[in-house]
Each structure stands twice: as structure tokens, then as C-alpha cells.
């Protein structure tokens, strides 16, 4: 069983920047792909980012075509964490933002882009954007 916690959120004008982090129970984080979603009022959950499970200390990582280039989503397995640096932020990435994560053997990401592969889900933290 694994719970995860998110924090980080906050209201920002545009332009500017919020690192999101999700902290993790359990001791082998790093064997677990671990997804950032979003979820505006009305609309539907939709991916940002997803990263590897950790294997020689190598991760991958993916995105959403809508942040590639200004959102990074990176891990640190000593303090069962992954974060989602996020800049430029823009008034439509206005959301509740979750994480998620699955134990996997896999170093494969793409379908980590589905939230249906996800067991373990965060309550979600809140990131407003102004213009």
C-alpha cells in the first residue's frame, strides 16, 4: 500500500513558476512510474507528466505536449518524493493537480499517460493562474 501526498500549490500570476511535490509512504518508491494529472472545473482528468521507475539510476520521462518545454518532472528516491517543477505557467494550466503512482517492472512510460494504469492517487492540490 503506498499513500501519497501532495503539496505545493498555490495561486501565481502568469509567467510564473510552482514546484509541486508528491511525497510517498512506503520503501521501494523507486520501484513504482509515478504521473502528474490535472483537472480544470469541468473538464475531464488529463495527463502532464509521467517517470520512470528508477533502474541504475536511470529514469524516463514523458509529457504532455501542452507543458513540454516548461514543466519538469524529476524523482528523488532517497526522500520518496517526485516533483513537477512547473514555469511559464499560463492561465490554463489553472487545475486541481494529482499525483499517481504503480508499482511496474517496466521502464516503459507511455502508458503511464493513462490514469487507468495508476493504482495509488493523491488528494490533488490546487494551482491557479492569473492573467
Known amino acids: 500500500q503506498v499513500q501519497l501526498v501532495e503539496s505545493g500549490g498555490g495561486s501565481v500570476q502568469a509567467g510564473g513558476s510552482l514546484r509541486l511535490s508528491c511525497a510517498a509512504s512506503g520503501r521501494t518508491f523507486s520501484s513504482y512510474a509515478t504521473g502528474w494529472f490535472r483537472q480544470a472545473p469541468g473538464k475531464e482528468r488529463e495527463f502532464v507528466a509521467a517517470?520512470?521507475?528508477?533502474?541504475?539510476?536511470?529514469?524516463?520521462?514523458d509529457y504532455a505536449d501542452s507543458v513540454k518545454g516548461r514543466f519538469t518532472i524529476s524523482r528523488d528516491n532517497a526522500k520518496n518524493t517526485v516533483y513537477l517543477q512547473m514555469n511559464s505557467l499560463k492561465p490554463e494550466d489553472t487545475a486541481v493537480y494529482y499525483c499517481a503512482a504503480e508499482a511496474t517492472t517496466s521502464w516503459g512510460v507511455p502508458r503511464f499517460k493513462d490514469p487507468h494504469q495508476y493504482s495509488y492517487w493523491g488528494q490533488g492540490t490546487q494551482v491557479t493562474v492569473s492573467s
Open positions: 517517470i520512470s521507475r528508477t533502474f541504475s539510476s536511470t529514469v524516463y520521462a
